[in-house]
């Protein structure tokens, strides 16, 4: 089929919940994605940032097809070598101590909620408990986790959601302590806010956060399903501020194209939370999923791409900040390692699409964010060809707006 038949199909075929661009993409190549038709592209976007390692990456595609040569699915019934590996090594990086894992980071956030929930059973001896999270932050699209999200333009359609939800404002202490009442078992948050324009949380306020968790028996949760997995210049963000939390969710670059999350927990929480029978999953945590868990940990180990990102981020923010230095409608400049954004006055769905139209991905954060979290193995020459590709497509979208 050529392009147009691919799409013709999918749009007679898939329920329309996503507004695709004309693109059917074929096969990839370390930074850069080709479509069904030959082109080339520049791939600032990552799957949404989850091909940390790019794309044809040997060791790892040499691990997924021996497991398919073993053995793809199994059922927690029983346990299986490879998830053992791939547990242990996510434990070793976040210094937590137990992990569930799950099919999205979705499933992962409903995970985190109901540990919490049941921790504040245990402790307290009934339900009702109420969770506090942030304004403008985003979790998923199920319910439990839609719950959560403070975006009403997503939770409208879908109420009544969870009960017992707060909302705080992100970066304001005084406006979490607000929301505080005997009922709260948790706060929610993520560490770098993603979908909500790419915020890092300030330290003062991560830091005041733990303190009065700590002091109130209220369990952190730190979404890391974006901002974790390297992408910020530590294994998961919230090692760059030193505040651990009690329950963390990580998924996205996790498996780097294989579907897995998983939802972390100090073993304070696990003693008094999920038990046999309270949470589980037939998919979550198969060997298939587990050999490619276990490989990408390797292989951030063996590339040094904590290291990495470090260095290529600077370069990557300095050049971003001339570029809103140079040009009126790009108006600020914000992030942490390689998860940044750049407000923009122009649509920028608009320069998303002529972006494309260049060779080049990037995708967009709220209304008005440029995103950019291209895999964690990008070079300078990189960055130097997304400038030139991004700044052609600025000024193609700027003349027409005249």
């Known amino acids: ?22 693109l059917v993409l074929d096969h990839g190549e370390g930074v850069y994605l080709y479509d069904t038709d030959g082109k080339k592209y520049l791939d600032f976007a990552a799957g949404i940032a989850v091909c940390a390692l790019g794309y044809s990456n040997e060791a790892y595609k040499n691990a997924l097809k021996e497991q398919v040569e073993n053995l793809l699915h199994t059922s927690n019934l029983y346990y299986n070598p490879p998830t053992i590996a791939a547990a242990g090594k996510v434990l070793k990086a976040s210094k937590m101590d137990r992990v569930f894992f799950t099919n999205s980071g979705t499933e992962a956030i409903e995970g985190a909620i109901k540990a919490a929930k049941k921790y504040a059973f245990t402790r307290d001896g009934h339900a009702g408990h109420e969770i506090i999270a942030m304004k403008h932050s985003f979790h998923g699209r199920s319910l439990g986790a839609l719950s959560v999200t403070g975006n009403a333009h997503y939770q409208e359609p879908f109420e009544p959601l969870l009960p017992g939800v707060r909302f705080a404002d992100f970066n304001d202490l005084e406006s979490v302590k607000a929301q505080v009442t005997d009922k709260t078992c948790a706060i929610i948050m993520e560490t770098v806010q993603g979908e909500g324009g790419i915020y890092p949380a300030d330290s003062k306020f991560l830091e005041g956060v733990r ?11 730190l979404d890391e399903i974006q901002c974790g997995m390297g992408r910020t210049g530590e294994m998961f963000a919230w090692q760059n501020y030193k505040v651990k939390p009690d329950i963390m969710t990580v998924a996205k670059a996790l498996g780097c194209g294989v579907p897995v999350g998983a939802f972390l927990m100090t073993q304070k929480v696990a003693d008094k939370s999920l038990a046999p029978g309270d949470h589980g999953t037939t998919y979550g945590g198969n060997p298939f999923v587990g050999a490619a868990v276990s490989c990408v940990f390797d292989q951030f180990e063996e590339l040094k791409l904590t290291e990495h990102v470090k260095g290529i981020s600077t370069y990557l923010s300095e050049q971003l900040d001339q570029l809103v230095e140079k040009y009126d409608y790009l108006t600020a400049h914000r992030g942490m390692g390689l998860m940044q954004g750049v407000e923009c006055t122009l649509p920028v769905g608009k320069v998303s699409a002529k972006a494309l139209e260049e060779g080049l991905i990037v995708i967009t954060a709220g209304s008005n964010v440029l995103r950019f979290v291209p895999p964690l193995i990008i070079e300078k020459e990189h960055v130097d060809e997304m400038i030139g590709k991004l700044e052609k497509a600025l000024d193609a979208v700027a003349a027409n707006q005249e």
């Open 1 to 22: 089929m050529n392009k147009e038949q691919y799409i013709d199909s999918a749009e007679e075929n898939l329920l329309h919940t996503y507004n695709r661009f004309s």
């Open 211 to 221: 303190a009065l968790c700590d002091e109130k028996d209220i369990l952190l949760i």
